[in-house]
T-cell receptor, first 117, second 112 residues
């Protein structure tokens, strides 16, 4: 069975601080995909990134960066110089390559980030 | 290009009533999904579809039904609403099974 753990339930930072959101996953699949989604207070889910299990290169997109480490089964998300607009719930998710796992995302419970001005 | 749209945005149901949550996507995606999100939790898959005429159960299908007669539409039916079905429902679509899923704005359902 697949599992995604986001141990940080809530994080508060002051604006312009850097913050890292942790994500640890469990899967028996050799091919799998990892995702991060953002859910702002308005409630919609915004896709941020998709990474496959064979690509361990870190990725940077503006103030966002992602650190994928297969050795520790982690896919952490860092926001640099946080802004108030970053306040949201962030979900890490996993999709496996097995017959059942291919078509569903297993979500973590989310980390609520509050950026204080 | 509207992406994934859902109606209604909010609905109150009485116990035992039925309703259909509508979902439409205009991205020509074959894969579509229904999730529910309970407070403080991640999303859980209710049903999914890999193409018109093909549907399958997800993690929490009890109390729900789906159909997929067209590529664009994937309605979710609640036959006998129960308080346990109070939740926010999200529809999503993707190009492939492992592809990025794009979500609709959600439907907030309250069963009293």
């Amino acid at each position: 069975a697949q599992k995604v753990t986001q141990a940080q339930t809530e994080i508060s930072v002051v604006e312009k601080e850097d913050v890292t959101l942790d994500c640890v996953y469990e899967t028996r699949d050799t091919t799998y995909y990892l995702f991060w989604y953002k859910q702002p207070p308005s409630g919609e889910l915004v896709f941020l990134i998709r990474r496959n299990s064979f690509d361990e290169q870190n990725e940077i997109s503006g103030r966002y960066s992602w650190n994928f480490q297969k050795s520790t089964s982690s896919f952490n998300f860092t926001i640099t110089a946080s802004q108030v607009v970053d306040s949201a719930v962030y979900f890490c998710a996993l999709s496996g390559d097995s017959g059942a796992g291919s078509y569903q995302l297993t979500f973590g419970k989310g980390t609520k980030l509050s950026v204080i001005p | 290009n509207a992406g994934v749209t859902q109606t209604p945005k909010f609905r109150i149901l009485k116990i035992g009533q039925s309703m259909t949550l509508q979902c439409t996507q205009d991205m020509n995606h074959n894969y579509m999904y229904w999730y529910r999100q309970d407070p403080g939790m991640g999303l859980k898959l209710i049903y999914y579809s890999v193409g018109a005429g093909i549907t399958d159960k997800g993690e929490v299908p009890n109390g729900y039904n789906v159909s997929r007669s067209t590529t664009e539409d994937f309605p979710l039916r609640l036959e006998l609403a129960a308080p346990s079905q109070t939740s926010v429902y999200f529809c999503a679509s993707s190009y492939s099974g492992q592809g990025s899923q794009y979500f609709g704005p959600g439907t907030r359902l309250l069963v009293l």
